[in-house]
Structure formats: structure tokens, C-alpha cells
């Protein structure tokens, strides 16, 4: 199939680390930016996860648990070992 020549910006150090590293897998810079657009084509979307670096609801409630209890341990019965603590959880079953 015909190539066409394209142009994109792309910050001088990322390209170097990526061009070593396609490198070593044995491909060129082309060849990976052909790959991803490929990959994007046939998933219908970017091929992978792409999120804020912020948790979600359920880690942030998780997070303030442990500062709470962290904070007052005292209001948290503890366990002397994991058997312990399981088996008052399988007697309370």
C-alpha cells in the first residue's frame, strides 16, 4: 500500500527514548506510529486505558478510612495474626 509522508510534533527526548527503545524490538519509529494508528483502527479507540491520575470514589473512601483509623487506632479492635481475625469472622458467619 502507498505511503504518505506525515508530519507531527513530537518533544526531542521522547522521541529519542522511543526510537531506543523500538530499537531494541527490532522496528523504527514509522513502523511503531503505523502499529498504534493499526491498533486504534481496529479497536475502534485509543488502545489502551487513558485516565486521570486522580483515584476514583471508592479509593478515596478507602484512603480516608486508613487516616481515620490511622488517626484513632484506638476505636478499631486489632487481631494478634490473620487467623485470628478469621476465624471471628467464619464463627460470625
Known sequence: MP???????????????????????????????????????????????????EPNADTIAAMNEYYTIKEHPERYKRYNSFREAMNEILNDA
Not at 14 to 36: H, M, P, R, T, W
Open 3 to 53: 505511503t504518505i509522508a506525515t508530519s507531527i510534533n513530537i518533544e526531542q527526548d521522547i522521541k529519542q527514548e522511543s526510537i531506543a527503545l523500538f530499537s531494541e524490538l527490532g522496528i523504527d519509529l514509522s513502523a511503531a506510529v503505523n502499529i498504534f494508528l493499526r491498533q486504534c483502527l481496529r479497536v475502534q479507540g485509543i488502545p489502551f486505558i487513558i485516565s486521570r491520575n
